[in-house]
T-cell receptor, first 114, second 115 residues
Framework: ETGVTQTPRHLVMGMTNKKSLKCEQHLGHNAMYWYKQSAKKPLELMFV???????ENNSVPSRFSPECPNSSHLFLHLHTLQPEDSALYLC?????????????FGPGTRLTVL | DQQVKQNSPSLSVQEGRISILNCDYT??????FLWYKKYPAEGPTFLIS?????DKNEDGRFTVFLNKSAKHLSLHIVPSQPGDSAVYFC??????????????FGTGTLLAVQP
């Protein structure tokens, strides 16, 4: 595997379900990100992890719970979601170097909440 | 309020002609700008960037122009090819003294290059 991978690619869940999205980066990066892309809206940054520590939480509802067990893996745990949470969830990684660094994105998970 | 705006949701261009994608921003603290390209069912991929100390950056068929006084940047693709058909996102960032960089994205412009 190369680059940034995400599983599953598609997920349909009910509002009472609990599910997790997984992201893995094979680039040796030390920062990882979760973004949400809703239709006709910009990519919205949800969480940022740097060296496995959460450094940014953009006022995301608690029904989204991130986890970063090591610098290569990032999870997004989902529970009691709402239909408006249906979106494309993108994971990205970058190598922090003290300047602006290019972020590498995974293919995304298309989430539908019924 | 959106800090990065791409006012054209779509653009159609003939193969071989120039494609010009535009982006406006409101935050004068932004000092680094990037363009990403996204094909369906794939994540965005980095295309080209420009620092605020420059007004032009060129990479092959792709050139990004920055007009700081107008808070405007544009991506020129010449000549356009059918394989360039994708959604193009503009993103901006500022270097918070080495903190993890935070990209602010626009809504994207869908480019269709007609053969």
């Amino acid at each position: 595997e190369t680059g940034v991978t995400q599983t599953p690619r598609h997920l349909v869940m009910g509002m009472t379900n609990k599910k997790s999205l997984k992201c893995e980066q094979h680039l040796g990066h030390n920062a990882m990100y979760w973004y949400k892309q809703s239709a006709k809206k910009p990519l919205e940054l949800m969480f940022v992890y740097s060296l496995e520590e959460r450094v940014e939480n953009n006022s995301v509802p608690s029904r989204f719970s991130p986890e970063c067990p090591n610098s290569s893996h990032l999870f997004l745990h989902l529970h009691t979601l709402q239909p408006e949470d249906s979106a494309l969830y993108l994971c990205a990684s970058s190598q922090e170097s003290g300047s602006i660094d290019e972020q590498f994105f995974g293919p995304g998970t298309r989430l539908t909440v019924l | 309020d959106q800090q990065v705006k791409q006012n054209s949701p779509s653009l159609s261009v003939q193969e071989g002609r120039i494609s010009i994608l535009n982006c406006d921003y409101t935050n004068s603290m932004f000092d680094y700008f990037l363009w990403y390209k996204k094909y369906p069912a794939e994540g965005p991929t980095f295309l080209i960037s420009i620092s605020s100390i420059k007004d032009k950056n060129e990479d092959g068929r792709f050139t990004v122009f920055l007009n700081k006084s107008a808070k405007h940047l544009s991506l020129h693709i010449v000549p356009s090819q059918p394989g360039d058909s994708a959604v193009y996102f503009c993103a901006a960032s500022s270097n918070y003294g080495g903190a993890t960089n935070k990209l602010i994205f626009g809504t994207g412009t869908l480019l269709a290059v007609q053969p």
